[in-house]
Nanobody, 124 residues
Framework: QVQLVESGGGLVQAGGSLRLSCAAS????????MAWFRQPPGKEREFVAA????????RYADSVKGRFTISSDNANNMVFLQMSSLKPEDTAVYYC?????????????????WGRGTQVTVSS
């Protein structure tokens, strides 16, 4: 089992930045894939970014490429999502997810473990 807890969400003005954190505990390993998804109001959950623990394999949704960066701190079992140049359309609940595979995937169905989410609201 893997437990994931997100933090760092909040209200920010358009153009601002936020850093989301995800604390992982339980069955974690350096070759597992981690991801961030988000669910805007009234919409389905969508892929944001994914990467392997401490590895160089990363993938991003086109909508966030160049603005968001996923990273990890293996020593402390933390995963981060640095978000810059935020836009109102980035408003969503952001979820951290993990899968027991080193393959970096982009679909929600590929991930087994999920956090409860953290709200990000970007005002115009």
């Amino acid at each position: 089992q893997v437990q994931l807890v997100e933090s760092g969400g909040g209200l920010v003005q358009a153009g601002g930045s936020l850093r989301l954190s995800c604390a992982a505990s339980g069955r974690t390993a350096s070759n597992y894939a981690m991801a961030w998804f988000r669910q805007p109001p009234g919409k389905e959950r969508e892929f944001v970014a994914a990467g392997s623990w401490g590895g160089s394999r990363t993938r991003y949704a086109d909508s966030v490429k160049g603005r968001f960066t996923i990273s990890s701190d293996n020593a402390n079992n933390m995963v981060f999502l640095q978000m810059s140049s935020l836009k109102p359309e980035d408003t969503a609940v952001y979820y951290c997810a993990s899968r027991l595979s080193m393959v970096v995937a982009v679909t929600p169905q590929s991930y087994t473990y999920w956090g409860r989410g953290t709200q990000v609201t970007v005002s115009s």
